[in-house]
């Protein structure tokens, strides 16, 4: 089986070799990387690693699609080799680590659980920052381990999803949460489940982007989500811009609307060894290793120039002030909900096409 996870990045290269390391250990066997515009080198990192035949790495140059540098990746990726010859995809963020609760933790495991599948929902864990002030050159995954209540109400992204599916041209193209470009006469076969293993209905095979609220949706798999980092890797984040529109400069309301520190999850260290042992190999090459330390090596130099902007140092000073957020309980979230689910289920927007 070929299992492929396609990357966009951009100036994250100190995170790189734990999420590739991280991914081989679940067991994806070929991954197809986007970046843009590195000023931290991580795009050299890529090209060594390529060379080294880990991955395919691709500039991803502008012009950009209307919808954002992401998708302009994800078009070309449906034009890429790799893709026409993967049995699953799933596209992620460097943020973003596939966590399976099955077996010995693989994407084996969770396909065995659910062999009828067409596509599979990893619904988002939120992973807050837990007072993390400065960045460490260690494992986010063993960093940060606080994390959203299983079962939330609200804010709508806490039930976002990546989608797993399989590549047998139901759909043709890779989308950024869900894939795009459904094929009419397979489309109504289609099996779609969520990851608690429960079949999902009909509507999800056209459009959807986030798992039903007020349930648990991580039983059997999830993606941890690490959206946040160090207070210092968040203020980095803040002046790179969003990942779908990098213009947009992120502030106070995306950090209150993901720093869920409610309960503790360590369940993805259970591949913590064979990640260990697969990024320590990686390390071994000397080319490597060296971007790699020059990648921690300008997060701090970054960070020191923008402590110069009063902009980003006081956004530094709220991020230290600020409590962690809340979730709201289900009578609270009450007068919010159906509004957002109704705009979601009405707007498929460029993940449909």
């Not at 680590?97 to 988002?124: K, R, Y």
């Not at 946040?228 to 803040?238: H, T």
């Not at 042992?277 to 923008?306: G, I, K, Y």
């Amino acid at each position: 089986m070929r299992a492929l996870a396609i990357l966009t990045q951009r100036n994250e290269g100190a995170f790189l070799l734990e999420w590739l390391a991280h991914h081989r250990a679940v067991g994806f066997t070929d991954f197809l990387v986007f970046s843009n515009d590195c000023q931290d080198g991580s795009d050299l990192m890529l090209d060594r690693l390529a060379q080294m035949g880990e991955l395919v790495h691709l500039p991803n140059p502008p012009p950009y699609d209307k919808a954002g540098i992401q998708f302009s990746a994800l078009k070309a990726a449906a034009e890429h080799p790799l893709v026409a010859a993967a049995d699953w995809i799933l596209p992620l963020d460097i943020d973003e680590f596939v966590n399976i609760h099955l077996g010995d933790h693989s994407l084996g495991a969770l396909l065995a659980a659910l062999p009828e599948a067409t596509a599979i929902t990893l619904t988002w864990r939120l992973f807050g920052n837990a007072g993390v002030v400065l960045h460490e050159d260690r494992p986010v995954t063993a960093t940060f381990t606080r994390a959203a209540p299983r079962v939330m109400h609200w804010p709508w992204r806490a039930s976002m999803f990546k989608t797993l599916y399989r590549n047998d041209g139901t759909y043709a193209k890779p989308g950024i949460h869900r894939p795009r470009a459904p094929d009419p006469a397979r489309l109504e076969r289609a099996r779609w489940f969520d990851g608690a293993g429960r079949a999902l209905p009909a509507r999800f095979r056209r459009a959807g982007l986030f798992s039903p609220f007020g349930r648990d949706n991580h039983t059997l798999a999830q993606i941890n989500h690490y959206p946040l980092g160090s207070m210092q890797d968040y203020v980095l984040k803040a002046d790179r811009g969003r990942a779908v529109h990098a213009d947009q400069r992120l502030g106070l309301d995306y950090w209150v609307e993901r720093n869920f520190n409610t309960e503790e999850d360590r369940t993805i260290l259970a591949l913590a060894p064979r990640m260990q042992a697969e990024r320590d190999r990686l390390l071994a090459d000397p080319v490597l290793a060296t971007r790699h330390r020059e990648a921690q090596a300008w997060r701090h130099r970054h960070f020191e120039a923008l402590m110069r902007d009063e902009e980003m140092r006081a956004l530094m000073g709220r991020l230290m002030m600020a409590p962690p957020s809340r979730a709201l309980s289900e009578a609270e979230a009450r007068p919010l909900l159906a509004h957002a689910i109704a705009a979601q289920q009405q707007r498929p927007g460029p993940e449909a096409g």
